[in-house]
């Protein structure tokens, strides 16, 4: 049963400090997005890549984020440095083009 | 930002009775998708329709899409307290391949 795995689940941090989030796509899809979803705002595109090769980053604020994928087994999301606004739960998802897209459990974030 | 708008915002039904949600969006579409997400944990893809398509079919579930009026409507029919969730639909632009969320409809089935 394959599945969008993701670490840590939640992480708790204190403002300023860095995280770095960890997606594991499903073997064989070549496209991977990463969400971030909050009460206020719903669920947001941050980022995605597909073949690994970052596609549209447009929805993630580039002076505190990065995402890369160094390798098809592992995408990672960033944060440096943090903010009690970054406080949500980022979502991972995998997938092919113009398909369905299947999403992992999440990483819950609190930044204090 | 968010492309799509759902309606209702929430909805309480007793169990087998059916749910229709709807949603609306503003641009040209590739495809039209539903998602489900339980409370605490990730979205799971329930059913796509693609812009040539009118009605689509699987189990319990019925979407249609009217490209027309830029909306889709998500029919649960004989529901179940397992079928208590939020409910995403999700659109692919055209020549694109990211979806854009909409605001999410929150079914609650009561037994």
């Known amino acids: 049963d394959a599945r969008v795995t993701q670490t840590p689940r939640h992480k708790v941090t204190e403002m300023g400090q860095e995280v770095t989030m960890r997606c594991q796509p499903i073997l064989g899809h070549n496209t991977v997005f990463w969400y971030r979803q909050t009460m206020m705002q719903g669920l947001e595109l941050l980022a995605y890549?597909?073949?690994?090769?970052?596609?549209?980053d447009s929805g993630m604020p580039k002076d505190r984020f990065s995402a890369e994928m160094p390798d098809a087994t592992l995408a990672t999301l960033k944060i440096q440095p943090s903010e009690p606004r970054d406080s949500a739960v980022y979502f991972c998802?995998?997938?092919?083009?113009?398909?369905?897209?299947?999403f992992g459990p999440g990483t819950r974030l609190t930044v204090l | 930002s968010q492309q799509g708008e759902e309606d209702p915002q929430a909805l309480s039904i007793q169990e087998g009775e059916n749910a229709t949600m709807n949603c609306s969006y503003k641009t040209s579409i590739n495809n039209l998708q539903w998602y489900r997400q339980n409370s605490g944990r990730g979205l799971v893809h329930l059913i796509l329709i693609r812009s040539n398509e009118r009605e689509k079919h699987s189990g319990r579930l019925r979407v249609t899409l009217d490209t027309s009026k830029k909306s889709s409507s998500l029919l649960i029919t004989a529901s179940r307290a397992a079928d208590t969730a939020s409910y995403f639909c999700a659109t692919a632009a055209t020549g694109f391949q990211k979806l854009v969320f909409g605001t999410g409809t929150r079914l609650l089935v009561s037994p």
């Open positions: 998802a995998s997938g092919l083009p113009r398909g369905e897209q299947f």
């Open positions: 890549f597909r073949n690994r090769a970052p596609l549209d």
